[in-house]
């Protein structure tokens, strides 16, 4: 590919609204532009990096016995109604209706097409296990898109479906997966840790997310380095602390001016903060008895040096949305902003944590402005509908499987897999009958990797100052030629026999015949960061030959044209 006619632009300066570095060197190198908010273009550069990063996924998902075959993007919403999650998905779902007024919606993953199709095909134990996978288009009206192509709306995905006949032969398919998706990464040239995750909207019964530790994620990861147990903050339990036993004491109401938090409030009464309660209020869309959607206040209560989990309290609560009330909706119940309890309200939904029941005689709000109760016990002198764990584990909190301090990382999610079970087998009627005549609900699995967002973070992981270092695996091009035109010597009869030679040899190189300095071609060649420069110039043939430099660093060098091929060969075959 000549430059000159490459379809793309460099740019010197990184677009105002770009944050993070993958961002701003991914648009200034020509490889996206943005079209709105959280939706990208992806020119031929991308594009053909794209195509490499998928052919490894294809060759690491047939490897483990995958079947590539693509559904659509558009779905009809009856499926989607079938497993209830029409009407669990709050406003990131794509919806609308078609020109007959049936409901739509546009995908954001495919587990109810899998089970669609299992429903019409798979009919005995012969036809499993199964694996399919397929390389689709996603939709999911984030309202916070973010750092480039980390957080998005539209994007492309793996996905990839495992269908079993016993938990035991969905055991194996999700190792096969967990291994292959570490082959990926490592193919990719990124490095990938797998913690224990949420299962979320996907539901079942076991998932992990792939991470790349970076500073720029919006994931909080917790590691415990003496067991090896690694959880995302949204579900990594803690070993709490058991409270000695002690009687319990008459509640008194003491006046706490100036208050309203629990730091002020332990300094006040010169108490540790694990003697309070913290009172935490959130609105939940929630479902009623009839499937209704409504919303519900929820009062929730952990002792006063933990913090609330969100994520805890959405998933007892099987809400399909989760946000803190306003002060107007506290007030209405009757609690106090900063100085209530659960103490003395009635007709209000309270979930504690497990801790609380055990916690005894602590300080809560006496749901009056400068004022709380002493020696508060949770069965005596307020209950709760949902008795849990709802705490949030942080660093340096206890491991708990080991006890031992945690380590708090941040990360950026580039992979997931889920154990689903048969949570849409059981929803869309998808069985099979046994050797002995009897049905049986197909098992599954669902795994997924987002390319976009893994390219982002190979981009983000490797680059310097003068742009991006891409690895040979899944750079553009394998070789970029730089074309410096001389007055005394014809470099073209040279640059045309490399590039015809290289491109015979599925070598395609990138070719920068344009008539720019060759101060621009360097910059450019160093943003745009393909591992292998050869320099074809008259002060390279002055020297004996054409000039070799990688990317990644070091001195240049020379090579006599009649053995350039067989280096660069050698190099990229090295690299890749």
């Known amino acids: 590919m000549r430059m000159s006619r490459l379809f793309s632009q460099t740019l010197r300066e ?10 701003q060197l991914l648009v200034r190198a020509g490889f ?3 079209l709105g908010a959280g939706i990208f273009s992806y020119l031929p550069l991308a594009f053909r990096s794209f195509a490499r990063i998928m052919n490894i996924m294809r ?5 483990i016995g995958g079947q590539e075959i693509c559904m659509p993007v558009v779905q009809p919403a009856d499926v989607w109604k079938e497993t209830g999650r029409y009407f669990q998905i709050g406003s990131e779902m794509g919806r609308f209706k078609d020109k007959t007024g049936h409901d739509m919606v546009l995908a954001m993953t495919h587990e109810e097409v899998v089970a669609d199709l299992v429903r019409g095909l798979i009919r ?7 694996l399919i996978y397929h390389l689709q288009t996603k939709w999911r009206d984030d309202p916070r898109p973010r750092a480039g192509l980390i957080r998005v709306r539209e994007f492309t995905m793996l996905d990839s479906y495992s269908l079993d006949a016993d938990w035991n032969g969905l055991d194996e398919q999700y190792q096969a ?3 292959a998706y570490f082959r990926i990464f490592n193919r990719c040239g990124l490095p990938a840790v797998a913690v224990q ?3 979320g909207m996907m539901g079942g019964k076991l998932a992990h997310e792939y991470m790349y530790l970076t500073p720029i994620g919006e994931d909080s990861l917790l590691f415990c380095d003496a067991c090896g147990y690694s959880a995302n903050r949204q579900v990594a339990g803690v070993k709490k602390p058991q409270p000695s036993p002690e009687a319990l004491l008459p509640v008194e109401k003491v006046a706490t001016p100036g208050t309203s938090s629990i730091a002020d409030l332990a300094g006040f009464l010169k108490i540790p903060a694990s003697r309070t309660a913290k009172a935490v209020f959130m609105m939940a869309d929630v479902n009623d008895e009839k499937g209704a959607l409504k919303q519900e206040f929820i009062f929730a209560v952990v002792r006063g040096d933990m913090e609330v989990n969100e994520t805890k309290v959405a998933n007892l609560l099987k809400a399909k949305e989760l946000r803190p009330a306003t002060e107007e909706e506290i007030v209405n119940t009757g609690a106090v902003p900063g100085y209530a309890s659960p103490v003395g309200l009635k007709n209000i939904f309270v979930i504690v944590d497990d801790l609380i029941p055990k916690s005894l005689n602590l300080v809560a709000g006496a749901n009056e402005t400068g004022f709380h109760l002493l020696n508060v016990n949770y069965g005596r002198d307020f209950g709760a509908k949902i008795v849990a764990d709802i705490t949030a584990a942080s660093e340096g909190d206890a491991c708990e499987k080991c006890g031992k301090p945690y380590r708090l990382a941040r990360g950026v999610e580039v992979g997931n897999i889920f154990k689903l079970g048969t949570r849409y087998s059981d929803a869309l009627g998808c069985t099979f009958t046994d050797e002995n005549g009897e049905n049986h609900a197909v098992i599954m699995g669902s795994y997924g990797i987002g390319v976009g967002r893994l390219l982002a973070c190979v981009a983000e992981e490797h680059h310097d100052e003068k742009g991006l270092i891409w690895p040979q695996s899944i750079s553009p091009y394998p070789v970029h030629i730089v074309v410096l035109p001389g007055k005394l010597m014809d470099v073209a009869p040279t640059v045309e026999q490399l590039e015809k030679q290289l491109t015979a040899l599925g070598l395609e190189p990138l070719v920068d015949d344009r008539t720019e300095s060759a101060g621009v071609k360097f910059n450019d060649a160093d943003l745009i960061g393909i591992p292998l420069r050869v320099t074809v110039s008259e002060r390279a043939f002055k020297n004996g030959g054409v000039e070799l430099k990688l990317r990644s660093g070091g001195e240049a060098w020379i090579v006599p044209v009649e053995k350039a091929l067989e280096e660069i060969q050698h190099i990229v075959s090295a690299n890749d």
């Open 197 to 199: 995750s949420d299962t």
């Open 59 to 63: 060759d690491e998902m047939n490897a």
């Open 124 to 130: 005995s134990y012969r036809q499993l296990p199964a």
């Open 177 to 179: 997966h967990y291994a």
């Open 32 to 34: 996206i532009r943005q």
């Open 14 to 23: 990184a677009p105002a609204d770009s944050e993070i570095v993958s961002h």
